[in-house]
């Protein structure tokens, strides 16, 4: 093998050196142009998508998005002549469109840039999907959000259009469309709308409309005659409405509310009391609304009693001296007075009218110690006719005595206090204790359940310890008495007062001396 000399190997570094210098400027001198082979103009609808950028590019490139919503899928790359990258696109959830740029550069100096225009999401949207109304006639507004062709419909004859309005804006026209709604003149509430359809029926966005009722209350027979008895009667209501029934202050004593029923068609029943009286009386009363002034007025009118009636008390109680009191009378038919006691009589003082009789009713003195009493009857003179009946009560002229204070007395004591009452003469008194002698406790008369003593004899000259019979009488009821002879022994003598007391069943009786 031969040997390369100097001068071959120095040939040969020069033609390599050359060679490089030749590769290396035939780089550096190649065209960074780029070229899009795709449109510069891209669309995409609403919902998003996906375009595809076909382009090339002699050197490396890169690639940028304008918006966040573009995104690319690469951004840079070596240089080629079928180059292409991906742009996708999010759905617009905005009711504005939108655009965004994506430049190519090339050799980071030669840009290209491709557009990307998005469409804006469709919009229907009214101002308030519910409307509450009263019942007049009115004019309502409806504000409409949109950027899309539409149509509308109406449920409810009652609901009719009047005009409508446009202005533009950026992303959605507000659109203001006015409707009449007539007057609710029935008693039942009512529902209506208003749906607004996109051109395409993708949109719909729906007014529901609420209109309230006529609030009523209706008294089914508003003016009601009625007897003097006692009775209820149920009131016929149709209302649509809780309500509250009002009685005048001056009827609430004859009539109250018994009771409601809660249904469509209602029943107020009202307890109505008897009439005690000649004339009729009458009274209004309210049935409202608590809310509203929804009301209706319901007039009573009871008639005055029949028949025989005392006016005012049909009771006296009466002194046991001599006396006289008159009474009114009302009679719808001819009357006349009856009584059986002889110690009582009864004329006619006057007779305003026909239908009214003023009576006296004169008593005697009652020289007994029992009381005593009398009907007086007024009774219609016709056979059967209808009575009242007035009682006469009357004192007795002897009785017992009550202490100021009930309690323990002591016979021995000048202390003992003691008050007349009803009774003049006789003080049933009890030992406290049977075996302290001379101490009593009062026994309180009951009615009808009292003692007497009879032929009371003078009691001048007693000495204490002495001893006087005594004739008893005690009554159990006013037809059972019965009588006995009892000892008693004089306990002691104060002023006009004599003490007896009987050892055999503790009985002690205080004797007034005359």
Not at 46 to 65: H, N, P, R, Y
Not at 97 to 126: F, M, P
Not at 320 to 345: K, M, R
Request: hydrophobic content about 35%; overall charge negative; proline content about 2%.
């Amino acid at each position: 093998m031969k040997l390369l000399t100097h001068c071959t190997m120095k040939k040969i570094l020069l033609v390599l050196t050359a060679l490089m210098l030749a590769l290396s400027c035939s780089k550096e001198g190649a065209n960074p142009e780029i070229v899009i082979s795709s449109p510069t103009n891209n669309a995409v609808g609403k919902d998003g998508g996906t375009v595809t950028l076909s382009f090339s590019s002699a050197i490396e490139w890169t690639a940028t998005s304008s918006a966040t919503w573009c995104t690319l899928s690469a951004s840079k790359g070596d240089g080629g002549n079928s180059l292409s990258i991906k742009v996708t696109c999010a759905k617009n959830e905005t009711y504005d469109s939108r655009t965004a740029t994506v430049t190519i550069k090339s050799g980071g100096t030669v840009a290209k840039s491709i557009t990307i225009e998005q469409d804006a999401k469709d919009g229907l949207i009214v101002s308030s999907n519910r409307m509450d109304l009263n019942n007049d006639a009115q004019q309502i507004t409806i504000t409409l959000q949109k950027n899309v062709e539409y149509t509308y419909t109406i449920n409810g004859e009652w609901i009719t259009p009047v005009t409508a309005s446009s202005v533009e804006t950026k992303a959605l026209s507000n659109e203001t469309l006015k409707f009449n709604v007539a007057e609710n003149t029935t008693y039942d509430n009512r529902e209506g709308s208003i749906t607004f359809k996109s051109a395409k029926g993708d949109l719909s966005s729906t007014v529901t409309i609420y209109q309230s009722q006529v609030n009523a209350i209706i008294i089914s027979k508003k003016d009601v005659a009625i007897d003097a008895t006692e009775q209820v009667l149920n009131v016929a209501i149709k209302t649509n409405v809780d309500f509250e029934v009002s009685i005048p202050e001056d009827a609430k004593s004859w009539i109250s509310v018994a009771s409601t029923k809660a249904l469509v068609d209602k029943t107020v029943t009202l307890s109505i009391k008897e009439n005690e009286l000649a004339d009729e009386r009458k009274a209004s009363i309210t049935i409202k609304d608590s809310k509203t002034q929804a009301s209706d007025i319901l007039n009573i009118t009871q008639n005055g009693r029949d028949g025989v009636i005392i006016l005012g008390e049909k009771t006296a109680e009466v002194e046991a001296s001599a006396g006289s009191q008159e009474i009114t009378v009302f009679h719808s038919e001819a009357i006349a007075a009856e009584c059986e006691e002889t110690w009582v009589t009864v004329s006619v003082v006057e007779s305003p009218n026909e239908s009214t009789t003023k009576y006296k009713i004169t008593w005697v003195a009652n020289d007994e110690s029992l009381e005593r009493e009398a009907k007086i009857l007024f009774k219609e003179t016709k056979p059967e006719g209808r009575i009242d009946t007035f009682t006469l009560k009357q004192k007795g002229a002897k009785g017992f005595l009550s202490a100021t204070t009930p309690g323990l007395y002591n016979l021995e004591s000048e202390e003992a206090e003691y008050t007349y009452s009803k009774y003049e003469h006789l003080l049933v008194i009890a030992p406290a204790v049977s075996a302290a002698k001379g101490y009593f406790r009062l026994v309180q008369n009951k009615e009808n359940a009292f003692l007497s003593v009879e032929n009371i004899p003078d009691m001048a000259g007693l000495a204490a310890e002495s001893t006087v019979e005594l004739q008893i009488v005690q009554n159990i009821t006013t037809r059972m008495q019965y009588s006995h002879k009892r000892v008693f022994t004089v306990a002691k003598i104060s002023e006009n007062l004599v003490w007896l007391k009987s050892e055999s069943d503790n009985i002690g009786l205080v004797i007034q001396m005359k």
